[in-house]
């Protein structure tokens, strides 16, 4: 068949309504599907990808998207779509089958030895496992290609056009300038409360809640919804099928609320493409840092800000009457912002989070270059948690063996987390630039005239542009530490009495 | 490639994960998802079935099949496997696409010619529609191929291996006894009394009442679900993800709980499918008719038995307290066995249901032989309801319209309804007589006997053997409607006190 846009556009909206059909039975799964239908959902799961593969490194399109990318006469928006799907065709033909079906095994086998070793607490337990995914995931490195940094290659999997020579001095500036900020708020005089143990919050009370605070952002529940999970995730099937999850615990309010802002920072995002993008390759993030930036420009920036709960504190305080009886908004604001450096990534606080995250970069590149025997991996785990956050595991579950992403494979995705925080502060920064009340406007609990913001000059720009280059679009520089690092001085230094 | 029948085997398993994930997104559709995407919903459906569509007609898998059904070493499951998957591809390849497209678009334009003309109440809006849907059907049947009975090839669709020349008797003796017996009943001086005005059923124990009666009859909650839609139905992407939805409604708890059981009828047929068939063509009702009987058999058979109730009508009491007040079990039986004949078939009560089938039976043939001009449809439509039933509708959404399924073009489609009464009586009446305790059983709410039964006897066939020869094998005899008929003489005349 010869090529012409309209068929090449065709089998683009079909690989998307794949990709959609895929997010829906993974949503599923962690939703709603009967506990015996795992090993059903595992075959569907991969019979879905397995034909996603093949119609993506199907001979045809390539041959269509190398007749387009010789077009003249396309549209600057069908442009990026042939060079977006290119890309990606591009890696997925570069890999044999063979490692592919490797891999998949390999993983597998590696989440079982992952919650053996956990169960037992003993990394050496995983070891071998964790060797094998190695090995394949440099295999696959050097498959995809590279230009003598092998991390790259993987990097670009989640971080499209970002670099190990970009990344790590902003990385390594980044820890340096962290690590004297902890030890001062940690030995500051004034400390902040933890308010919530030993109270109750009701399960349903919380719920309703996070609906309330979805309204409030301007997520619509028309094009989306939100149920439970063990684990809180964003996933669905189009911009107008959104999902977000969330998790009720009745000890602490805090896993739903911040849960929610966070999933709803992703989720305006996926609801934000531009229309004209819908089932095309534009009509997705740049990078998985960008993403999360507004996860978590929404859950931080301006979820634990004193503006936000100006307006949401009083409802709070009414959804929950005893549970919160004598807290004032004060205490509370100072609760949600507490520094305390502790073993886990997941339950860190947004100052000592991303000295997690440069140890797993620092020891992913040692691993990835083989530069590091993985029998030593535990001890210099535990020997940069000592050094950047002077605290040591008491076993590797509190370690290295905290994390499913090495047993997924998942080598590269991890400083996607700190540029999201990177990106979230200047990305906010622009927008009080650009909205001179915005401050004013989130006091009176009016969160749309920031949404309407990242719509227009983030998320409708879809794929446009790669990360960077669309946060140097709006900001006016790309990435840097420099507003995160101020944001941070500003709000913990008032915070905690103290000058950072 | 050289096929084997392990490679045969991995296509079907695909085909089937297809349907599965098909499943899962039409379930997904009539339950969560987001009102705004409806239409991305029906672009993802389409793309799945269009490559269910590709897959299943591609040259290699008839190679495969044919190559299978000359092998003289498989043993009888894989036989029967290539049996039925030969069947289903020989159908799919026989219709040209452009005819496939063609039935698509036109069931789009006749759903919305329907809808318009049940708002404005005139026929003649959808009768365009419907003659372009019924000159496709049509050309389709001819297309599948027939021996000189165009009726037969749509029926296959449904109902492998009925015949109109099979059908049409058994469904005119079951009209023609059918007539004289609602006479009788009306006409009889004791009269069942109607009791579902004014109350008020709380939703909430309507739901914790429906999943009592899950776990009661057997349906597994570990491999399947029940939510809410708006018209119950019975979907899922495997024999261990099989779900169910119910529809609460606060005025009358009949629909809820005779919906439950009855879609709990079809999920059992589901489950109880062999693992050895799992993913395969053999996982699966060999009919819509065989499927409907163990709907209707727990639906009606039990589910409207004196038996069933003496056990949980005391448990439904004290759910509803209030509104059951006063409310012995005899007048509650009474009452959900109430005939009355009426204009719309979904309300129909057991005794006059098959004549609402048998008239759409009847003009089903006529309009596929092109024996009946469509602008004398509605009056042919209520001629025959005042013949059979002494009523007639009076407007066309009352009669001709009500149904969605011909504008969906499903021609073939009705009789199966009556199929799976007239078969549900005649496997009861089998498992009667293998378990001679069965009636007391029911008494003391002990549903798992006649469950593992059927599971014995019918689910675990799965599609081994066509329906009527199942029945056969399980009753000792095919197709009848002397069971039925029987069934409905003796309950009838003992609740009506008259002779039939």
């Known amino acids: ?93 570069r890999v044999p089958q063979a490692l592919v079906k490797a891999l998949a095994e390999a993983q597998s086998r590696a ?116 149920d439970r999970s063990i684990h809180p995730f964003t996933g669905g099937t189009h911009p107008l099928d959104v999902r977000l999850t969330t998790r009720i615990d009745e000890a602490n309010p805090l896993n739903a609320l911040f849960s929610t802002i966070h999933e709803a920072g992703h989720g305006l995002y996926e609801q934000g493409f531009a229309e004209a993008h819908y089932r095309t390759p534009l009509a997705a993030a740049p990078s998985m840092g960008l993403h999360e930036s507004q996860s978590r420009l ?60 440069v140890l797993r970069y620092e020891l992913e590149l040692l691993l990835i270059h083989d530069e590091l025997p993985l029998e030593e991996l535990p001890a210099a785990w535990n020997e940069r948690m000592q050094r950047y956050l002077g605290v040591t595991p008491s076993d590797d579950t509190q370690g290295v063996l905290q994390d499913i992403h090495w047993a997924w494979g998942e080598f590269g995705y991890f400083p996607t987390y700190s540029l999201g925080n990177l990106y979230s502060a200047s990305l906010y920064r622009a927008a009080e630039r650009a909205l001179p009340d915005l401050s004013g406007h989130i006091r009176r609990g009016e969160l749309l005239p920031l949404r309407d913001w990242l719509r227009t000059h983030v998320h409708s720009q879809g794929y446009r542009l790669p990360a960077e280059d669309l946060v140097h679009q709006v900001t006016g520089r790309g990435l840097t530490d420099v507003d995160f690092l101020e944001y941070l001085r500003s709000k913990y230094g008032a915070l905690y009495g103290v000058s950072l």
Chains 1, 2 share one sequence.
Do not use: C
């Open 111 to 226: 989440l079982v030895a992952w919650r053996q070793a956990r169960k037992e607490k003993r990394f050496a337990l995983f070891q071998p496992a964790l060797a094998r995914i190695l090995a394949l995931r440099r295999e696959q490195a050097d498959a995809y290609g590279h230009k003598g940094e092998r991390y790259d290659s993987l990097l670009e999997g989640y971080e499209p056009g970002m670099r190990v020579a970009r990344l790590t001095p902003v990385l390594t500036a980044l820890r340096d300038a962290l690590i004297p900020m902890v030890a001062t708020l940690t030995a500051a005089p004034r400390q902040l409360p933890d308010l919530f143990q030993g109270r109750h919050f009701d399960g349903e009370a919380q719920w309703r809640f996070t609906l309330r605070l979805l309204e409030a952002v301007g997520f619509d529940l028309e094009a989306g919804r939100q």
């Open 298 to 357: 929404w859950e931080n920036v301006v979820g634990r800000s004193d503006a936000f709960w100006e307006h949401f504190y009083p409802a709070l305080r009414e959804a929950f009457p005893q549970a919160l009886a004598g807290v004032e908004r004060g205490a509370f604001h100072a609760a949600v912002n507490r520094v305390s450096p502790s073993l886990i990534r997941t339950e860190a606080d947004e100052v000592t989070y991303n000295l997690h995250i």
């Open 1 to 93: 068949m010869e090529p012409t846009f309209s068929s090449l556009l065709a089998r683009m909206q079909e690989l998307r309504d794949l990709q959609g059909i895929i997010g829906l039975a993974t949503w599923d799964q962690e939703t709603y599907l009967p506990a015996k239908a795992d090993d059903a959902r595992a075959h569907q799961l991969s019979t879905l990808q397995g034909l996603h593969h093949e119609r993506l490194v199907d001979p045809w399109l390539g041959e269509a998207l190398a007749w387009a990318a010789g077009r003249t006469d396309l549209e600057a928006d069908q442009r990026a779509m042939v060079r977006v799907l290119t890309q990606e065709r591009d890696r997925a033909v």
